[in-house]
């Protein structure tokens, strides 16, 4: 074989072994029932984009759901409910989740989901566009968990919102904040508005006092993952 070969299936053994360990945890720690799955095959015959987050994710949202007691959970873009699923299921008894959705054709799919997911006592979808939904949350807050999971471009209002709404000690957590690194980009590199979007969250949960925070490739063979920030107390 030619070096670039050997190189080649040494490149392919590894990413063999990661796709094999992430498996195994998934088999583990965050294996899927029914209703997870009920939403995923609708959103598929729905012919929605398959861009749910990952069954590792919706555990690690259920461990920062634990980790900060959520009683009430405030979801910004549900597609057909696969994330909310796991999120609602994270609540302290009694407690709440809403998502929020501007789509009423996803609206209606997530609607059933939860329902065959056994969530709809605990689990509302609200429809329209996040920005117009989001001041009326504020005489339901604090969200002891945001999970921010729509349209890029207003990930940094997204945020303003997210701080508002919460207490110290509340967990913020947002998708894509990876983006094959992308969202890391150094300023003066040609960027799409949803691409800057993201690149503005990362140094405003990195930067702003308030928060502790985490970017954590954990999806896409670590090519995205959340930003994780929790509200210092
Ligand atoms: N969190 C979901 C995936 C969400 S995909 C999961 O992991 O299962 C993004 C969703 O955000 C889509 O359903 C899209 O319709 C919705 N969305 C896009 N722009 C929005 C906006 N401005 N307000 C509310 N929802 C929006
Ligand atoms: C897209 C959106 C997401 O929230 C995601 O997790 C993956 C892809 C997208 O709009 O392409
Ligand atoms: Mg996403």
Not at 84 to 110: C, D, K, Q, S
Request: proline fraction near 5%.
């Amino acid at each position: 074989m030619t070096n670039n070969e050997t190189e080649l299936t040494t490149l392919q053994q590894q990413a063999k072994i990661r796709q094999n360990i992430e498996k195994a945890i998934i088999n583990l720690f965050a294996s899927e029932d029914e209703g997870l799955r009920y939403a995923l095959s609708a959103a598929r015959q729905a012919g929605l984009p398959q861009i749910q987050i990952s069954p590792i994710q919706g555990k690690m949202l259920q461990l920062l759901a634990a980790a900060c007691n959520a009683h009430k959970i405030l979801e910004i873009g549900s597609l057909a409910g696969y994330s909310g699923i796991w999120l609602a299921r994270a609540l302290t008894p009694g407690g709440r989740l809403i998502t929020l959705e501007v789509n009423p054709e996803h609206a209606g799919i997530v609607r059933r989901a939860f329902a065959e997911a056994g969530v709809s006592d605990r689990a509302e979808v609200r429809v329209g566009k996040a920005l117009d939904l989001l001041p009326q949350l504020v005489s339901e807050a604090p969200f002891d968990l945001v999970f921010i999971d729509a349209d890029k471009p207003p990930y940094p209002q997204y945020l303003e919102w997210a701080l508002r709404l919460t207490r110290p000690g509340s967990i913020i957590v947002a998708d894509n904040c990876v983006r094959g690194g992308k969202a890391f980009a150094e300023l003066g590199e040609p960027q799409d508005e949803a691409t800057a979007a993201l690149v503005e969250y990362n140094k405003r949960v990195a930067s702003d006092p308030r928060l502790v925070s985490l970017a954590l490739a954990m999806d896409d063979d670590y090519t995205d993952g959340f930003a994780i920030a929790v509200v210092r107390s």
